[in-house]
């Protein structure tokens, strides 16, 4: 045996005989034991990524930070903060409602503008949501981490009301966790439309991105879409229409990283219809749920990829109040592989707020939707867009809720009704935090106002948690009417994956024997 070998050998074994081994197989004397379930532990860091909000002259921002109230925490934990940072790349400024400023705040230029790095928004304590604003065209894109007791359920909500010009309404996002892929049904490159998709990197590496587009008759060339470089802790907005010559009315954007990871973002701004942001559709599935149609929605617009190989055939659903009907000339959808489909819905509604529900009908091909949903008319027109959603597991939150102006909607798309408890939280400039336990029937939608917390001052957050019985999703509509335009936003809840499996290690000196 070679000296080399005898060496690695000897190496090894110093290592384990120090630090024990890890092994999947179990100790001696302990054949036939049932192996434990992993426990589920909380996250002890979160991070959120938002965009720069907008470039408009007459745009005004409202940033809203919040972590739920009874957070799991995990003892030994790092020390709780949760920050909202500027990135770079960008300039812009931002500013505290209470007009005060840390040390880190002070980092502007002559102008006004954030620094790299400056602190935008802090979250103190869980149960309380935190807020800030900004009101230039050139607010920068943010950087955002909570740790320790903060990080479970971290959440932070991004709200713009434009008041005129191409993408007047308002635009609301929950900002992003990053991510290698996202896919995003819903995109155009119309001459009507200006969408930009925002990509940010929060780590110390570069990001190389490809920016993928599919339309009608498949995947559209765009070769300056082809590995576009997001630098280290800044952000990088695309236009659309520049990654292509020919204008795509439907299209389907998916943004794949290469290399590192990035918050991805799509921004729509139409000249007559207003604008709001595009939520990234959920992981693609043979079966989807698009939660929280508005009552009044004037005009509904359906997009589907099959991003396989294989096509899809899906059955539609309208799940109202009462129960899930076929939309009368919609019963079926036939999606071609790697093809966006978009298809007019008309009135769905028919005057009844519902959700949307996507069944694979024969086949089981994954697919990814979103809906374009149009309230008012003529002149007085606004957008705004639901994607697929998951179930929520256990809980999910939304921020900046408004008296009177916030609707959830909650759906059971399956057999067995569920049971949710919802709880606004105290405001953001004081009240106490107030719950309501729901129950949504099978196959429907409930359409309700979360309870309004005691004595509510400022804007509160809102927490879905799943009770019992079956799957349930959630999505919440807030709307800010503003000179006759009904201006709205909708954010789907998924569940805030603030716990992880953990899967128990033993260790097993007996190797070093074998």
């Given at each position: 045996m070679k000296r080399t070998t005898l060496s690695l050998f000897g190496a090894v074994a110093a290592l384990a005989a120090v630090t024990g081994v890890a092994v999947f197989e179990a100790p001696a004397g302990t054949a036939g034991t049932a192996a434990k379930a992993p426990a589920r532990l909380p996250v002890e860091?979160?991070?959120?990524?938002?965009?720069?909000?907008?470039?408009?002259?007459?745009?005004?921002?409202?940033?809203?930070?919040?972590?739920?109230?009874?957070?799991?925490?995990?003892?030994?934990?790092?020390?709780?903060?949760?920050?909202?940072?500027?990135?770079?790349?960008?300039?812009?400024?931002?500013?505290?409602?209470?007009?005060?400023?840390d040390a880190k705040d002070k980092k502007k230029d002559d102008k006004g503008a954030v620094a790299a790095g400056a602190t935008v928004l802090s979250l103190k304590e869980p149960g309380k949501p935190a807020i800030a604003t900004a009101d230039r065209s050139d607010a920068p894109a943010l950087i955002g981490t909570a740790d320790g007791t903060l990080a479970p359920g971290w959440t932070v909500q991004q709200s713009t009301v434009v008041s005129a010009g191409s993408g007047r309404g308002l635009h609301g996002l929950t900002c992003t966790a990053p991510d290698t892929s996202f896919w995003f049904p819903g995109a155009s490159t119309a001459k009507?439309?200006?969408?930009?998709?925002?990509?940010?990197?929060?780590?110390?590496?570069?990001?190389?991105?490809?920016?993928?587009?599919?339309?009608?008759?498949?995947?559209?060339?765009?070769?300056?879409?082809?590995?576009?470089?997001?630098?280290?802790?800044?952000?990088v907005p695309v236009l659309l229409s520049t990654l292509t010559d020919a204008p795509t009315e439907s299209a389907t954007l998916h943004v794949a990283a290469r290399s590192g990871r990035v918050g991805a973002a799509l921004q729509a701004s139409d000249e007559k219809l207003g604008g709001d942001w595009l939520p990234s559709s959920g992981e693609a599935s043979p079966d989807?749920?698009?939660?929280?149609?508005?009552?009044?929605?004037?005009?509904?617009?359906?997009?589907v990829l099959a991003p396989g190989g294989d096509d899809a055939d899906l059955k539609l659903r309208f799940a109202g109040a009462n129960s899930a009907i076929t939309p009368a000339g919609h019963e079926t959808l036939h999606v071609k592989s790697g093809m966006t489909t978009a298809v007019d819905l008309g009135d769905i509604t028919r005057g009844e707020a519902g959700s949307l529900l996507l069944t694979g009908d024969g086949s089981r091909t994954p697919v990814v939707a979103a809906l374009r949903v149009t309230r008012g008319k003529d002149d007085k027109q606004e957008t705004a867009f639901i994607a697929a959603t998951p179930p929520i597991d256990k809980r999910g939150t939304v921020a900046d809720n408004r008296a009177k102006s916030s609707t959830l909607a909650l759906v059971a798309p399956g057999k067995e009704a569920a049971q949710v408890k919802v709880t606004s939280s105290a405001g953001s400039d004081g009240g106490t935090?107030?719950?309501?336990?729901?129950?949504?029937?099978?196959?429907?939608?409930?359409?309700?106002?979360?309870?309004?917390?005691?004595?509510?001052?400022?804007?509160?957050?809102?927490?879905?948690?799943?009770?019992?019985?079956?799957?349930?999703?959630?999505?919440?509509?807030?709307?800010?009417?503003?000179?006759?335009?009904?201006?709205?936003?909708?954010?789907?809840?998924?569940?805030?994956?603030?716990?992880?499996?953990?899967?128990?290690?033993?260790?097993?000196?007996?190797?070093?024997?074998?």
């Open positions: 860091r979160s991070m959120r990524l938002c965009p720069a909000p907008t470039s408009s002259d007459v745009g005004e921002t409202a940033y809203t930070a919040f972590t739920p109230a009874g957070a799991p925490g995990r003892a030994g934990a790092r020390k709780a903060a949760a920050d909202l940072l500027a990135a770079g790349g960008t300039a812009g400024s931002a500013k505290k409602d209470d007009g005060k400023s009507s439309r200006q969408d930009y998709v925002h990509l940010t990197n929060p780590d110390s590496t570069p990001a190389v991105v490809d920016l993928e587009m599919y339309g009608k008759d498949g995947r559209i060339k765009a070769a300056a879409g082809e590995g576009i470089n997001v630098p280290p802790r800044s952000t989807a749920v698009l939660p929280g149609i508005p009552a009044d929605a004037t005009s509904v617009r359906l997009y935090a107030v719950s309501k336990t729901y129950t949504v029937k099978p196959g429907t939608t409930l359409s309700v106002e979360p309870p309004e917390p005691s004595g509510a001052k400022g804007t509160y957050a809102v927490t879905v948690e799943k009770v019992s019985g079956g799957p349930v999703h959630a999505s919440r509509m807030l709307a800010l009417p503003k000179d006759g335009v009904p201006m709205f936003t909708i954010q789907p809840i998924p569940d805030d994956r603030s716990t992880v499996a953990v899967p128990e290690a033993e260790q097993d000196l007996s190797m070093l024997n074998r």
